[in-house]
Every structure is written in structure tokens, then in C-alpha cells.
């Protein structure tokens, strides 16, 4: 019985189904396949192109094995303007090439002088003509390999200058400058824009949020960037649901003026100069923008440097239900511990707790003993532990001891007197099962409270009656 080529007679959708699986290059290869392959990789509705060098800038991947050029994208370009169908998502990556040699037994990073603006611009005026409806992901980066690497000036000589997308949905850019167009008209359809690492004006920035009112999530990361002037920003969305912002001591302010349907929030404080007061005080102006959301997600840091500004702060979140949150044991003083303190003061009605404690260093006795001096005691005048907090997730992964995070778990074991449920995630440190044995014995305040310990491999649910 002769075979029957049934590769050959799929359907359109099931083979541009199956391409989709793959990278471009090997999607491209198919048309050798059989004639009815022959131009479906045209019909794909996403691209996902990247080229990875090496850290002397000799080899890539994914694509082409040459490095990054304007010849590069040059190509990408015609494959592109070979497209068919519509585009859904269309998404590049960089990593762009450094020379690196030996100098005085140090080494040292010189760019190597390939600027992809030009080719770029036509790439994305291309792009505008095929309509991208979906997502537009652009980033450029060097190798993190690279010793004393220059972020904040080499990751930005490329210079986006953005076209109007009438039909995008979702703008990513990293490691680049943005300038907006003469002719730029905004972005009407626009619902998620994510700035990392990016220049950009205030005036430009301003007018990019002016012109994108449908947006419901904006995410701005600022790291490793010198903003001239200080970045300031005030945000007027009425959709706007979910802000995430990555501030550093260039940040002058960012405020929410008009965000009526804002519900949650995540704020990291990027630079390790947290100790700075400018950073406090734009970042205890950021929480007060967003005291309405009913999620938060604060990120190392930000306990810190808020500790810079004196207590009580004016302000609460009366709708928060559910906080995320780092808390650093290696900086913990009692002025930290007085902001967490504060933190669940100001929230009534919280709900879910979910911590991740980080401990880089084996804590001394003299911090161990101020963990249980400020930590294992009964507390008075914290709502939530009296009322509403029923759900504890403690994780313990970099901690370098599970038992320097014994004391946190008293803590609310102690206090929190509605706990329903305390899931405690460790990485199997030889400490558990002295971790266990303690909670054996530890005073538990609400009579419900079931504590759940999981390592890698286990779950083991602790009798704390």
C-alpha cells in the first residue's frame, strides 16, 4: 500500500499552528519542505526574532549566524514585508556587541560602532504599513557578562523614533532612547506600555500618556539611567488598573492625579542609594498616589528607604486586601521595623500577606537578638492582625539560615488572631526540622491557624495547637 502524504494535505491553520512552534529561521526553512509549505510561513501572526552575541561580538544565534548589523535588519525587514497575513506580535532582541581586551591585567568595554537606528526606522515604518494589532516588543542590551558593562550609556545609542501605531495593544521597549515623531498622534488602542531602561523626555513621556487614554497597565523601570532633566510625571488615566514603576534617585516625583480604576500597584526601589531622602520622600509621594488599590507589591528597598523619613506617615490604604512584600533581614533596624509596623497599621482590611524574607549573610547574635526583642512580642492597635488577616505565605529561599526566619513566623502566629492558613516555603536548609520543633511550641492567638511547611520535594502540615 503506498504511503498517503498527509503532511502535505494539513490544513492552513493546523500548519501555521505547528510553525508558530518554532523559531523564525527553521519556520522559513519548511517552504523546502513540499510546495503547500512553500509560502505558509508567511501567513505566521507572530515573530520572534533575536541574536545573542557573544561577549567579542564573533558569533549569534537564533536566525543568522552573523553579528548584529544593518544588513541584519535588513533581512529581518524582508521577511517581514513577505508577510501575508495579519500580525499579531512582532518581537525583537538585541544583545549588542562589545569588544573586550586586556589591558594592565583589567578589562576594559569599548562599543564597537554599529549604530541599528536607520535600518530600525524602516523596520518600524514597515511594521506600521503591516499593522501590528497585537504586541510590539523591542530590546537591546549588552552581554551581562561583561565586567564594569556601561548600561546607562552604551544600552541607549539606540534611538527609537516611534511611529503612531493605530492598532497596537501592547508596547514593550527596553535599553533604548524614545523620541516621539513630529507627526506623532498617540497610540488609541494602546492598553499596556512597558518603559525599561529607557530615555525618554518629559515632555515626550507626558504627551505618549496624554495620547494613550485606553491604557490599563503602565510599567516604568528606571535603572541604570542618568534622566537630565529628573524625571517627573504626573499620571491621568481613568482605565488605568495595574502601575509598576522601578525608581532610582534620578526620579523627581510621580504622582496619580486621576486613576479612578487603579487596583494594583508594584513599586521597587532600584538604586542601592536608597538611603537617599530625595528617593524616600518620591517614593512615600508614590504610595500615597496609589492608597486606593486593593493589591501592592513592594519590592527590596522600599521598607529602607522609607525608614529615612520620620513616622507616622499621613496616609492608609483603606481598600487593600492583599500586600506582596520584601523584608531584609541583613539592613533590619528597629527604625524598618517600625515602617512594617506602620505598613500593616495602615491597612484595616488587609486580607493576604504574602513575604519573601532575604538574608544574604548569617545574621550575628546582636541582629538575632534585635529580631527577637522587636518581633516576639504582642502588638496593640493593628487592626488587620485583630480582624481580617486570615492568609500568611512566608518564603524563605534566600535566606541563608530557615531558622533566621523563625522569629517572623512567631510574630504572626503571636498577633494575628482571625489566621487561617500560614504557608511556609523554605529550600530544605538543615535547619527545618529545628524550625519544626519550634513551632511545636510557640503561642498561637487564633485558634484555626493550620501551618503548612513545603521545601522542594515535601509539604508538611505543623500541629501548632
Same mark, same amino acid.
Given at each position: ?26 519556520? =522559513?526553512?519548511?517552504?523546502? @519542505?513540499?510546495?503547500? *509549505? ?33 544588513? *541584519? ?23 549588542? &556587541? ?7 591585567? *583589567?578589562?576594559?568595554?569599548? &562599543? ?6 536607520? +535600518? ?26 561583561? +565586567? ?29 532612547? @524614545? ?42 523601570? /528606571? ?14 488615566? +481613568? ?89 531584609? @533581614? ?13 505598613? @500593616? ?36 492597635? !493593628? ?25 517572623? =513566623? ?16 523554605? /529550600? ?16 498561637? /492567638?487564633?485558634?484555626? /491557624? ?9 509539604? !508538611? ?5
Amino acid at each position: 500500500m503506498a504511503e498517503v502524504d498527509r503532511i502535505s494535505f494539513l490544513p492552513d491553520d493546523i500548519k501555521i499552528s505547528i510553525l508558530s512552534r518554532l523559531v523564525v529561521k527553521e519556520a =522559513v526553512r519548511t517552504s523546502a @519542505l513540499a510546495r503547500s *509549505w512553500r509560502h505558509t510561513w508567511t501567513l505566521l501572526p507572530s515573530f520572534r526574532l533575536g541574536c545573542h552575541l557573544d561577549r567579542l561580538g564573533e558569533t549569534s544565534k537564533d536566525f543568522d549566524s552573523r553579528p548584529v548589523s544593518s544588513t *541584519w535588519i535588513k533581512r529581518v525587514s524582508h521577511l517581514v514585508s513577505s508577510l501575508r497575513g495579519p500580525l499579531i506580535l512582532f518581537q525583537l532582541s538585541l544583545m549588542l &556587541p562589545l569588544y573586550i581586551r586586556e589591558r594592565m591585567n *583589567w578589562r576594559q568595554t569599548l &562599543p564597537l560602532y554599529i549604530d541599528p537606528s536607520n +535600518p530600525l526606522q524602516s523596520l518600524l515604518d514597515l511594521l506600521v504599513k503591516k499593522g501590528v494589532a497585537g504586541t510590539l516588543n523591542l530590546c537591546f542590551y549588552y552581554p551581562n557578562t561583561v +565586567p564594569f558593562c556601561l548600561h546607562s550609556y552604551h544600552s541607549h545609542k539606540v534611538k527609537v523614533r516611534l511611529p503612531s501605531f493605530h492598532s497596537l495593544k501592547v508596547l514593550q521597549l527596553h535599553g533604548c532612547e @524614545l523620541i516621539l515623531r513630529n507627526e506623532f498622534q498617540g497610540f488609541h488602542s494602546l492598553t499596556t506600555l512597558s518603559l525599561s531602561n529607557v530615555i525618554i523626555s518629559n515632555r515626550h513621556l507626558h504627551f505618549l500618556l496624554d495620547t494613550s487614554k485606553n491604557l490599563t497597565t503602565f510599567k516604568f523601570f /528606571a535603572r541604570d539611567l542618568d534622566l537630565v532633566p529628573d524625571l517627573s510625571l504626573n499620571i491621568s488615566l +481613568p482605565l488605568l488598573t495595574n502601575v509598576e514603576f522601578g525608581i532610582n534617585k534620578m526620579v523627581d516625583k510621580i504622582c496619580l492625579v486621576s486613576t479612578p480604576r487603579l487596583e494594583q500597584a508594584h513599586i521597587r526601589v532600584t538604586d542601592i542609594d536608597y538611603g537617599s531622602k530625595k528617593l524616600a520622600r518620591v517614593t512615600l509621594g508614590l504610595l500615597n498616589s496609589v492608597s486606593m488599590v486593593s493589591s501592592l507589591h513592594l519590592d527590596c528597598y522600599v521598607l529602607e528607604t522609607l525608614s529615612r523619613l520620620a513616622l507616622p506617615f499621613n496616609f492608609s490604604f483603606p481598600q487593600l486586601k492583599c500586600l506582596k512584600f520584601f523584608l531584609n @533581614l541583613d539592613t533590619l533596624d528597629k527604625r524598618t521595623f517600625d515602617v512594617f509596623r506602620w505598613l @500593616l497599621k495602615s491597612m484595616p482590611f488587609l486580607e493576604e500577606l504574602h513575604l519573601k524574607l532575604l538574608c544574604l549573610e548569617r545574621q550575628t547574635e546582636g541582629v538575632a537578638t534585635l529580631m527577637r526583642e522587636l518581633f516576639v512580642k504582642k502588638q496593640n492597635g !493593628i487592626s488587620c492582625l485583630n480582624q481580617t488577616l486570615k492568609r500568611v505565605t512566608l518564603s524563605m529561599y534566600l535566606l541563608r539560615n530557615v531558622m533566621t526566619g523563625i522569629t517572623v =513566623v512567631k510574630f504572626f502566629l503571636l498577633n494575628a488572631k482571625v489566621l487561617k492558613l500560614m504557608n511556609i516555603i523554605c /529550600a530544605g536548609d538543615d535547619d527545618e526540622l529545628s524550625m519544626i520543633e519550634e513551632l511545636k511550641i510557640v503561642e498561637v /492567638a487564633s485558634s484555626d /491557624a493550620k501551618v503548612v511547611m513545603f521545601n522542594i520535594t515535601t509539604e !508538611i502540615t505543623v500541629n501548632v495547637k
